[in-house]
């Protein structure tokens, strides 16, 4: 064998103990330790020439520890930690050169919470958090260069309540809010640059009641109100015509009969 080294070591005195080593000419180098004295006990390191660093570190006195790390010359890097001392805990870690990168954290001690945040060389940012203690709260928000903009929250806690926000360079906005504490009650927005505008509004705290409205640049304007819910079939769509100078509008509207 060219270059190539192994040792190994094995006791067994109050204790198992494993220990091995193995390299190589080419740069690659592995080592391993394995420990049982009371605890359970695991070591691996191995690395190469082209940069490939990998750490593994498992213990199990009294709670579970793991360690990872792996690391490269391209600029990958992962960290991951988990933790079972009174409760779980999770850590993970993602780069690269590219810069990419990748964070998560989950705890779940006392409740649970989750934080997640993900970005890139192309402006994408993405960022998420869910909590569970006393209440679910979910929030995520979305970005990137191109202009667009997401944003959700969500709650749980003594009603359900989510508002989300969507916009854009080209002039797109969304927002929508949907709240459920003392009664359904729903809001939502829409606008582009062309000048289209839809307006809803839908609530159903002590009665229902829908309120409509759309309208545009090229004259388009529809109203519609429903309260108390009504027999929908009296509603008719009317119209009519007027004028502002040169440019000829039309009106579109429904009326109860």
Known sequence: ????????????????????HVSGDEGLDVYLHVSGDEVLDVYLHV????????????SGDEVLDV???VSGDEGLDVYLHVSGDDGLDVYLHVSGDEVLDVYLYVSGDDGLDVYLHVSGDDGLDVYLHVSGDDGLDVYLHVSGDDGLDVYLHVSGDDGLDVYLHVSSDEGLDVYLHVS???GLDVYLHVSGD?????YLHVSGDDGLDVYLHVSGDDGLDVYLHVSGGP??????????SFSRGPTVYRKLYYKCT
């Open 1 to 20: 064998m060219e270059g190539l080294d192994v040792y190994l070591h094995v006791s067994g005195d109050e204790g198992l103990d494993v220990y091995l």
């Open 47 to 58: 690395s190469g020439d082209e940069g490939l660093d990998v750490y593994l570190h498992v």
């Open 67 to 69: 360690y990872l790390h």
């Open 180 to 182: 459920g504490d003392d």
């Open 194 to 198: 062309e000048g289209l505008d839809v």
């Open 231 to 240: 027999d929908l079939s009296r509603w008719r769509p009317r119209s009519r």
